[in-house]
């Protein structure tokens, strides 16, 4: 790993050497591309410099140590040794930030969330997790729009789609794709007994238009009547739209918006997005198999992680992990959660696993 550091220097210098070309500053597209990677190397050269800094002080502390006798020799061991505990937390540190970057980092997510086995039990706890993103969307200070919403009629969720923007959310909320087990008492369960529904969760990070190649000629884009509630007028004008992807099958349909415009907007965006993923999984053969079936069909027994209300938890089956706190959980306080898949991930780099 350290063989890398001088020429992750050098490209860091040269960066911020055509961060101040007017050339570049010119060219929206090459500025963006090389401020993102100046950014991700910012801190990654920042802990080299760090390390340079504590290997040389560690030298000259080595030098004094072997010249100094009596009580000056313990305090240069003393300070040997409290340098060299600070080099090694800088060597760890360092090899942290040099893990492989995920390509989507940085980027906003799209969230579909549906209820899946479970009738309308499924639907409710469908609008359980989707309370549950917003609250810890509101406390990651991340933006939230819903982009499409089919309410249940008791009160659940058929389908919502949304977006959450923010600097960090790809990285936080990816590890949630996937199918979400209840255990609990329905409200419409009149003899209180426990049953177990699912709701799936599907992650897609948003694509900028630069990132996915649209050919217009490629789209099938239908019109038509919206249905169900909206307000008054949602239903006496063809405002929603239907975009098919013809080379790729993938259909998006926006209803929510009164105008046409906003709906085929919101569609793009959703459209972008699935093709975006497809597109990464074509690239990736080794992860398209586990990215294709991230929400499987919906089963309980495919779960990812399992809220029980009974027992007060939250275990997650894929590291595993169990907290006692699932209200807190369902409160938006997600991080207990995702700072344990997060370090699981982490390790796993760390052994050459994943």
Known sequence: MFDRLTSLEDEFVSLESSLADPEIGNDQVALRSVSKRYKELAPVVDCIRRRQVLVADAATARELLAAAEGHEREMWRDELTSIEARLADAEEELRVLMLPKDPNDGKAVIIE???????????????????????????????????????????????????????????????????????????????????????????????????????????????????????????????????????????????????????????????????????????DAAMSVERRSQVGTGGRGEKIRTYNFKENRVTDHRIPFTTYRLQEVLAGDLDIVVDALAADERARQLAGDG
Request: hydrophobic share 35%; charged share 25%.
């Open 113 to 283: 969330i549906r209820g899946a086995e479970g009738g309308e039990e499924a639907n409710l706890f469908a609008r359980d997790l989707y309370d549950m993103y917003r609250a810890y969307a509101a406390n990651k200070g991340w933006s939230v729009e819903v982009l499409s919403h089919d309410p249940s009629d008791l009160g659940g969720i058929n389908q919502i789609t949304m977006l959450l923007g923010g600097a960090t959310t790809w990285g936080r909320m990816k590890f949630e794709g996937g199918t979400h087990r209840v255990q609990r008492v329905p409200v419409t369960e009149s003899q209180g007994r426990i049953h177990t529904s699912s709701a799936t969760v599907l992650m897609l990070a948003e694509a900028e238009e630069v990132e996915v190649d649209i050919d217009e000629r490629d789209l099938e884009i239908d019109v038509y009547r919206a249905s169900g509630p909206g307000g008054q007028g949602v239903n006496t004008t063809d405002s929603a739209v239907r975009i098919t992807h013809r080379p790729t099958g993938v259909v998006v349909a926006m209803q929510d918006e009164r105008s046409q415009l906003q709906n085929r907007a919101r569609a793009m965006i959703v459209l972008r997005a699935r093709l975006l993923k497809l597109a990464q999984e074509e690239h």
